[in-house]
């Protein structure tokens, strides 16, 4: 049994954000399942949503906020995260995180802001259009010099370790988590009282999605599996412009590009977002997302386009280099080419239940970042404030930890779990039935749990996931734990919490449109959609 005053599970701008602090502390192990720079954080091009200008104001992005939340934003949440912003960026910046200035004509810079959908002013820091691996390099830097933390990179945890499971029958609480090693394929224990997910979304749940392999879930799954309260995970944020391209799956196309004037056209070149809203290209991402699938349903064509060849090439080729580099290799030149677009699922905007410090409902276990539902984005993420979110919230977590849960130099509890058991388990035979499953859920989740919705697909879909679930519980208590057939057993209890959430909502908001229940329902529905293991 190994033992550590915090142990963090993720390393993208939550997990590394908090493990930094907390070194200072204490003992951290930093546990990740590939590298420690795989993460959805290293994927983000837009950017991170603060006021930094004299142009903008708190009250100005709080309402942004609150607006493409469509009425389920927690008021004090939006406002705690929004007004604590500028204090952590100017920490990001100090550890070495560089974002783009412009110069002034007095011979000074200033931050270059962009614009995104949603936001009333120009309130976005990029680095580029690759501010996720600015940000995530600058951590992962800090965090492997820091002598405290100990990353253990392909590490996956398997499920934690609560005082209820054990058979305690006080107070149940988080008291660590049981990990796989994938180079010995042992299940060790990490025993801790201080248990923090930052294991990031789930958009590897749906066949088109702008995430990494990374994002399976897991933290939610685990954290569903612990007892811990979900919330709201109907809302699956769809991105309006994924590349499409069959060599280029799963490429963003940044909103900064619609922000800098970039226009939505069909086949014929004819903008058609003017038809579906007032802002245009840059109304709220639901509303996009929505519009370009009804465009596509009417024409019957397979993509809409993202035209930013009216503006010079020189600004597109230096504001969006990544973009055209990407978009070059598969032989598409932006500067003269519409690019070809489709929605995918981008970001979960549920996940485990937290107060505005990341505590969870179960003692000792926080979630900051993806994985968790603080009331930030409500039904709906305005875009880049994510980011924003995990810093604030990992500062705030590694405060309300320290009081919660002192450290005194011994374990709150003397108690040790007992070690994994494999028994008689041997290696999986045939991983076709892996990955099988596995492509499954994907395209289920696609066709009937997508932008649109109506009661009887999400029937269908509960029935079919259901089925899976009971085959994989098979799977894993006969065969020898890898991170396939973990990630597996998370992304369908993921799918089916986000088909549960969307079965409990009967009405439209936000991010979840469904055909028989079209409009908002205030008087019923202003609330979460809460959903606990009992
Ligand atoms: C983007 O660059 O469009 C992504 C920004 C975000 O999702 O917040």
């Not at 204490?26 to 991170?48: F, M, P, Y």
């Not at 107070?171 to 201080?194: H, I, M, N, Q, W």
């Not at 070059?328 to 519409?338: A, F, N």
Request: contains cysteine.
């Amino acid at each position: 049994m190994k033992t550590y005053d915090f142990v963090v599970l993720g390393s993208g701008i939550a997990g590394l954000s908090f493990a930094l602090k907390a070194a200072r502390h204490g003992t951290v192990a930093l546990i990740t399942k590939r590298a420690g720079e795989d993460s959805n954080t290293a994927q983000a091009q837009g950017g991170v949503a603060c006021v930094t200008s004299g142009e903008d104001s708190f009250d100005l992005h709080v309402r942004d906020t609150l607006t493409a939340g469509a009425g389920l934003c927690n008021e004090a949440v939006v406002r705690t995260i929004v007004t604590e912003g500028p204090a952590r960026i100017q920490e990001l910046m100090e550890l070495g995180v560089h974002f783009d200035e412009r110069d002034l004509e007095s011979g000074e810079s200033e931050l270059d802001l962009g614009r995104e959908g949603g936001h009333s002013k120009r309130r976005i820091l990029h680095a580029r259009d690759a501010t996720g691996r600015e940000i995530e390099q600058s951590l992962l830097r800090a965090a492997q010099t820091t002598p405290n933390i100990e990353l253990l990179e392909n590490h996956m945890a398997v499920d934690l370790i609560t005082t209820g499971k054990l058979g305690f029958v006080t107070e149940d609480r988080c008291v660590g988590a049981y990990v796989l090693d994938e180079s010995t394929g042992v299940v060790e224990t990490f025993r801790t009282d201080r248990l923090i997910l930052a294991t990031g979304g789930c958009g590897k749940v749906y066949l088109y999605t702008t995430n990494p392999n990374v994002a399976t879930g897991d933290g939610m799954a685990m954290a569903w599996r612990a007892g811990a309260t979900i919330a709201n995970m109907e809302f699956v944020q769809f991105h309006p412009t994924c590349l499409y391209h069959p060599a280029g799956r799963s490429y963003l196309i940044s909103e900064a590009v619609r922000g800098e004037g970039g226009k939505l056209v069909d086949a014929k070149g004819h903008e058609f977002m003017g038809r579906y809203h007032k802002l245009g290209a840059l109304a709220p991402r639901d509303i996009v997302a929505r519009a370009i699938d009804a465009e596509m349903k009417r024409t019957g064509a397979p993509c809409v386009y993202l035209d930013i060849t009216h503006k010079p090439a020189e600004f597109v080729r230096e504001r969006f280099p990544n973009i055209y580099e990407n978009c070059l290799k598969l032989g598409l030149d932006i500067t003269k080419d519409p690019i070809p677009v489709v929605p995918a699922a981008h970001y979960q905007c549920g996940g485990v239940l937290t107060d505005n410090n990341g505590a969870t409902s179960l003692r000792g276990l926080y979630a900051v970042g993806e994985v968790a539902c603080t009331g930030l984005h409500g039904a709906n993420r305005l875009a880049s404030n994510s980011l924003l979110e995990a810093v604030v919230i990992a500062h705030r977590a590694i405060q309300h930890v320290l009081k919660d849960l002192p450290l005194n130099g011994k374990p709150l509890h003397e108690l040790t779990p007992p070690e994994w058991i494999s028994g008689d388990a041997h290696d999986v035979d045939e991983m076709v039935v892996i990955y099988h499953n596995w492509d499954e859920i994907r395209r289920l989740m696609w066709d009937y749990v997508g932008i649109v919705r109506t009661d009887k697909r999400l029937k269908r879909a509960s029935t079919r996931l259901r089925n899976l679930l009971r085959e994989i519980q098979e799977f894993y208590w006969d065969f020898k734990l890898n991170t396939d057939l973990l990630e597996l057993r998370n992304l369908a209890t993921v799918a089916a919490l986000i088909v549960d959430c969307a079965l409990l909502r009967k009405e439209s908001r936000g991010l979840h449109y469904t055909l028989d229940y079209p409009e908002s329902d205030d008087r019923h529905w202003l609330k979460n959609t809460e959903i606990r293991w009992v």
